[in-house]
């Protein structure tokens, strides 16, 4: 347990430092965020044709509002939290791999939904959006990130499946 702690920390550590640097946040984050914010609205198109993405910002083209996808807002954080416990736990690398892979997915998707959700609901009201957004979408994701490592603990202690005899 002091081991699985002890590389956890580290890699959240190294792993959250390298998100700060330049090269990272100019080659992986910034192009994320962007890519994140042209699926939300091409999702949010694809139901009412409403909204457009510039950059990191998806605006309705019906009323003006916006969100602005900031750092922390593009679950990045929570994938890197999430890839830490899966990478830090002792099973074998192809489980490690799959984990980090559907935990990253696991989250994006979530993150996707938070995101749609908060522009709809930016447009009805603004408490309900800073609520949601400051407090209840921030532990839902880190909840699926959560859920998602409990499970993949459940999968790689699972038993191998029985091969037929030939």
């Known amino acids: 347990?002091?081991?699985?702690?002890?590389?956890?920390?580290?890699?959240?550590?190294?792993?959250?430092?390298?998100?700060?640097?330049?090269?990272?946040r100019n080659a992986v984050v910034e192009p994320w965020t962007r890519e994140l914010a042209r699926v939300c609205a091409g999702l949010i198109t694809a139901f009412d044709g409403s909204a457009v993405a510039i950059g990191e910002v998806i605006r309705s083209n019906t009323n003006g509002f916006a969100v602005a996808i900031a750092a922390g807002?593009?679950?990045?954080?929570?994938s890197i939290v999430l890839a830490a416990a899966i990478l830090a736990f002792q099973?074998?690398?192809k489980r490690k791999l799959a984990g980090v892979a559907g935990g990253i997915a696991a989250v994006q998707a979530a993150n996707v939904l938070r995101v749609v959700t908060l522009f709809y609901l930016g447009q009805w009201s603004l408490a309900a959006f800073e609520w949601a957004h400051l407090y209840a979408w921030q532990a839902l994701i880190m909840l699926d990130a959560m859920v998602f490592w409990l499970r993949w603990l459940r999968w790689i202690r699972a038993p191998a499946p029985e091969r037929a005899a030939a």
Do not use: D, H, K, Y
């Open 1 to 24: 347990m002091l081991r699985f702690l002890a590389t956890f920390a580290f890699l959240v550590l190294a792993l959250f430092t390298a998100e700060l640097t330049e090269p990272v």
């Open 73 to 78: 807002c593009n679950g990045i954080e929570a």
């Open 91 to 93: 099973a074998p690398w």
